[in-house]
């Protein structure tokens, strides 16, 4: 039984394998069929009419064209397309037909029409919801690129607004440095024109208690006259100098009363210079009498003087009546600059008013300190007085005796000339005494007590002689050319704690001299590398200095200057260098930068004294750092 049903299980597959064989057959046989109608020729010649008939053509055209509008809806609608997709899949633009579902369908009752139907409502809601989605990506994009424009916008104008603030700090900065500047200039008897204006309007305003020290001592060291005059002695050079420096004030200057006083003085510098070109032109004489006259016309007039004369010569142009032109414009012309200065006059008058009230305050600063000083001395001579009777009422003072008095003078063996001095006993004297010092407590100014005697001159010649030698050292260091990326740093930093020298009672300190250098230059760290090239170098930074102090009087020549890094509480960025010597120098320092420094002499480090200057030559160590 087992093998009659193997056999009969076999059967079938026999009968499947001799149908397929016999299938094989014909189609080999339909084959070679038509392999032989290909061959012949009159199938030849119908397919080559078939193929140049343009209606055939069209036809092809047409369902080309069809089809390949209907990729590009579905490329459109589904954005990839068969060449560009993630998939790889190149039949992915052709349209998808789910066998077994249109299968269930069919057994499930579901017509033909009923299932396109539904597949196309389906294919419709796809396609809505896709481009709902299309429509929220592209808002979204639009609504991110709007999003970055706006910071960009407002990126760039808090760019701008810290640009505007820094060039402000820039103009602020550079003002106070021209202001310092004329101060050095005042003080080491080298001050330019511009100087004393500048200093003089110092006075205008209200005096500022953190003003710096030294341009306020500077200030009040000068004298002071009408601004306009300080044209009467320059010369043409000095006088363009002077333009080109009012113009710079100008630009400088945030104050408008500042700004005033500087457009007025460049009125009265342009006519100087104006009257200079004229002189040259004409002569002397001939533009002095013309200006003669008009300075006896306008002199002694106010300012409201001046605007009503101004308004009568103009009246008087615009009237068309026969009169000589050139006179009353060139009167039109120096009324402008007689109104510029009447302003000034008047700044000035506040000038002087706000000066002498400076020094009456210092003044009166100084009998307060002398004041108490004198008070302070007075209770400590009180105490010794005190404690002195105490000392004498003890039981323990020895008894007085004449022999401790000297002896007395008989007045008749005096010479003459002694005999007519007026003898003071030992309580007129005390009673003196007293009374000058309460005479001094109660006085209200004080005057300054002279520093001591005056040098001899052999002093005075010495003096002079060392003044000769460390300007010929000053000379001999300033005919050395600068480096490429070096600068002057010439700005002495005030000692906060003057410091009292023992010897002032034999010598008279004095500063001494120098020409020191600043070596500036960039720094191409990984940080300038990226924001920075040659083109837009970064910011400059100090990298060095060289200190020459001069010393060619010292006393002591057996010790040399020394210096010293001062380092300040809170303060992370500069740091004071004190360079100290004997007498007769004073200690004189600079402010730098706070880095460590390079001490190899292959770095350019260099401290020595010789020939009366001090030499400290250092760079700063530069950082290396790796990953």
């Known amino acids: ?367 307060l300190h002398a004041q108490q000083e004198l008070l302070g001395g007075a209770k400590a001579s009180n105490n010794e007085g005190s404690s002195l009777k105490a000392t004498e009422a003890t039981p323990t003072a020895e008894p007085y005796h004449r022999s401790m008095s000297p002896p007395l003078i008989d007045i008749t063996k005096l010479p003459l000339d002694e005999r007519n001095v007026d003898i003071v006993t030992a309580k007129d004297q005390l009673r003196s005494l007293l009374s000058q010092r309460r005479a001094v407590v109660s006085a209200r100014f004080v005057a300054k007590p002279s520093r001591g005697p005056e040098p001899s001159v052999e002093q005075a010649a010495a003096a002079q002689n060392a003044d000769m030698v460390a300007d010929a050292l000053f000379r001999a260091e300033a005919e050395k050319d600068l480096d490429e990326e070096e600068e002057l740093f010439n700005l002495e930093e005030a000692i906060s704690r003057p410091t009292s020298y023992q010897w002032e009672d034999k010598y008279r300190p004095r500063k001494p001299r120098y020409f020191n250098r600043v070596h500036t230059g960039y720094e191409w760290n990984k940080y300038n590398q990226t924001h920075y090239d040659l083109d837009n170098p970064p910011p400059k930074v100090v990298q060095g200095y060289k200190f020459n102090i001069f010393y060619p009087d010292l006393i002591d020549k057996s010790k040399a200057p020394t210096y010293k890094i001062i380092e300040e509480h809170g303060n992370d960025d500069t740091c004071l260098l004190l360079f100290t010597a004997g007498p007769p120098y004073e200690d004189i320092a600079f402010r730098i930068v706070r880095r460590d420094w390079e001490y190899s002499h292959k770095r350019g480090f260099k401290c020595s004294y010789d020939r009366g200057c001090l030499s400290l030559w250092f760079q700063f160590r530069r950082n290396f750092y790796r990953k």
């Open 1 to 367: 039984m087992g093998h009659r049903h193997r056999e009969r299980s076999r059967s079938p597959s026999r009968r499947e394998r001799d149908n397929d064989t016999h299938n094989r057959g014909k189609d080999i046989d339909r084959i070679s069929k038509k392999r032989g109608r290909s061959i012949s020729p009159d199938h030849k010649e119908k397919k080559r009419k078939r193929d140049k008939s343009e209606e055939r053509q069209a036809r092809k055209a047409e369902k080309r064209r069809l089809k390949d509008e209907q990729a590009r809806n579905i490329a459109e609608l589904s954005v990839y397309s068969g060449a560009d997709n993630p998939f790889h899949d190149v039949n992915l633009t052709q349209q998808f037909r789910w066998h077994k579902k249109a299968e269930k369908e069919r057994k499930s009752g579901i017509n033909p029409a009923e299932a396109q139907r539904r597949d196309a409502l389906r294919r419709q809601e796809a396609a809505e919801e896709l481009e709902r989605l299309n429509k929220r990506r592209a808002d979204r994009e639009v609504e991110a690129r709007l999003r970055e424009e706006e910071e960009h916008r407002t990126r760039r104008m808090q760019d701008s607004a810290q640009i505007a603030e820094w060039l402000a700090q820039e103009d602020d900065f550079s003002l106070e440095q021209e202001r310092v500047r004329a101060a050095i200039r005042v003080k080491e008897k080298r001050a330019k024109a511009i100087d004393f204006l500048c200093l003089n309007l110092k006075y205008v305003n209200p005096p500022d208690p953190n003003e710096d020290a030294e341009v306020e001592d500077a200030a009040l060291e000068i004298d002071l006259d009408e601004p306009y005059t300080i044209f009467d002695n320059l010369t043409p050079a000095q006088v363009e100098e002077l333009h080109d420096d009012i113009e710079k004030y100008i630009r400088l200057e945030k104050s408008q009363v500042n700004i005033d006083f500087w457009t007025n003085m460049m009125v009265v510098c342009e006519d100087r210079l104006e009257r200079l070109r004229v002189d040259e032109r004409l002569g002397v004489e001939a533009s002095r009498a013309v200006e003669a006259d008009i300075a006896n016309l306008l002199s002694g007039k106010s300012y409201d003087q001046l605007m009503s004369l101004q308004r009568q010569v103009q009246d008087k142009l615009v009237s068309g009546e026969p009169v000589d032109t050139d006179y009353w414009e060139g009167l039109l012309k120096q009324l402008v600059v007689w109104k510029a200065k009447s302003k000034l006059k008047t700044l000035h008058e506040v000038v002087v008013r706000n000066r002498l009230e400076e020094l009456r305050k210092r003044q009166r600063d100084d009998a």
